[in-house]
C-alpha cells in the first residue's frame, strides 16, 4: 500500500503528523509527504520508503500570503494530481490542507484528519464570511480522523456523519532521541545542575493558559520548586519572566528534541481555558475535550501531570491515577502539587499505564480496516 499524506503546515510544529508518518512506515507502508518545513526528526528523514516533497513559501506577510493565496493552491494540486497516479490513499492532515485541495479530494480515497475541533474554516485567507464547507467533504471522505473520543462523536453530529470518526491519538511514535543538537544539550545541562524540582510547562504562551497562577503558587513553595516555560516567545511570557524570577524560559525545540527536555520535569503541566480558547474557526470547545500530546509525552517518562478541570484532562487523570486537577488559582493550584508530591509514585505508574493503554498501529489498522 502506498499513502500520499499532505500536510499543508511546518512538520515541526505538528508532532502528531510526525508520529502518524512514522506509524505507517513501521507497518510497511510507503509514504509519500507534502510538507512545509525540513524534516529535523533523523529517522523519519532518513526512511528509505518516505519519499518527502517540501513545500515553500517566499511571502512574508498576510498581504503576500492573500496575493499568492490562488497560484499556491493551483501549485499544490498539480502536485498531488501528479503524486495520486503511484499512491492508494490521499491523506490529508488538517482542515486547512483540505480547503487547499477543494474538490480535488473527491476524485480519492480520502482519510481527512483533523488536528483540532471545527465546524468550517474560510473559504479564503483573512476572511469569515464564506466557509469552505467542510461538511460536505467529510461527509464524502473515506474515514474521517480526530484525536479523542469526545471530539469523534462532537464532529459525527455536527456533520452529519454515518459513522462515527476514527481515533489517532497525539501520542509519539518514539520517544528514543539520538543525535541531540548541541543547542538542546546546552538547555539540558542547565536543567540536571537545577536543584529545585523543575515543574514544567511546554506549548503556546496566550491567556487561555493562565500561567500566571502556577508562576504565583511556585513562588509562594519557596526554593523547593522552579517553573520551565518552553515555547516561542511572546508578550505574555515576556512579562512572566519580568514579574517571576522563579520563572525560567526555554526556547521552542523542534520536534522530536523537545522530548529531551520533557524527561527532565518532576511535574508536568496543561491548561485549557474554553472561555478564551477560540481562535479564528476553531471551536470553543476544542479547549473543553483538548487532546495534547503532552499528555503521552509526559506519561511516557512517568511525569505526573496537573491541570485545569476540563473533560480532556479529568477523565483520563482519573482513569489512570495519573494526575490531578485544580482550580486556576495560586492557592488551590499549591495545594494540588502537595496532593501530587504525597502521592508521586502511584500517579508515576498510572502515567505508565496511560502510555500503554493506546498503540498506534492498531488505531492504523482500524482507520484503513
Known sequence: ?????????????????????????????????????????????????????????????????????????????????????????????????????????????????????????????????????????????????????????????????????????????????????????????????????????????????????FAKAITDLNDEYVFYIMGSESLESTELLKKYPEVKHIPFIAPPYHLCITRQAYIGVLTYIPMFSKEHHISELNGVYCAPNKLYEYSYFGIPMIGNDVPGLMYPFEKFNMGRVTKLNSVDIRKTLMVIEKNYDELSLGCKEFYEDVSLSDAINEILS
Open 1 to 213: 500500500m502506498r499513502i500520499l499524506v499532505v500536510n499543508y503546515l511546518d512538520i515541526n510544529k505538528l508532532p502528531p503528523v510526525q508520529s502518524l508518518v512514522q506509524t505507517l512506515l513501521s507497518m510497511g507502508i510507503k509514504v509519500t509527504l507534502i510538507s512545509f518545513g525540513d524534516i529535523k526528526n533523523e529517522k523519519l528523514r532518513d526512511d528509505k520508503n518516505l519519499k518527502f516533497i517540501k513545500l515553500t513559501d517566499t511571502s512574508n506577510n498576510k498581504f503576500g500570503k492573500a496575493i499568492h493565496f490562488f497560484s499556491r493552491k493551483k501549485d499544490l494540486k498539480k502536485i498531488v494530481t501528479e503524486q495520486m497516479t503511484m499512491n492508494d490513499i490521499l491523506w490529508t492532515t488538517t482542515d486547512l490542507t483540505v480547503r487547499e485541495l477543494g474538490d480535488l479530494v473527491y476524485r480519492y480515497k480520502h482519510v481527512m484528519h483533523l488536528m483540532e475541533l471545527i465546524k468550517d474554516i474560510p473559504k479564503y485567507p483573512y476572511q469569515n464570511f464564506f466557509g469552505s464547507n467542510l461538511k460536505k467533504y467529510a461527509q464524502k471522505a473515506y474515514k474521517v480522523v480526530v484525536p479523542e473520543y469526545n471530539r469523534a462523536h462532537i464532529q459525527k453530529v455536527w456533520w452529519e456523519l454515518e459513522e462515527c470518526p476514527s481515533i489517532f491519538p497525539n501520542k509519539p511514535y518514539s520517544v528514543n532521541i539520538e543525535n541531540i543538537p548541541s543547542e538542546v544539550n546546552k538547555v539540558i545541562r542547565t536543567m540536571l545542575e537545577e536543584k529545585r524540582k523543575i515543574i514544567l510547562y511546554q506549548g503556546v504562551f496566550r491567556k487561555e493558559r493562565n500561567l500566571e497562577d
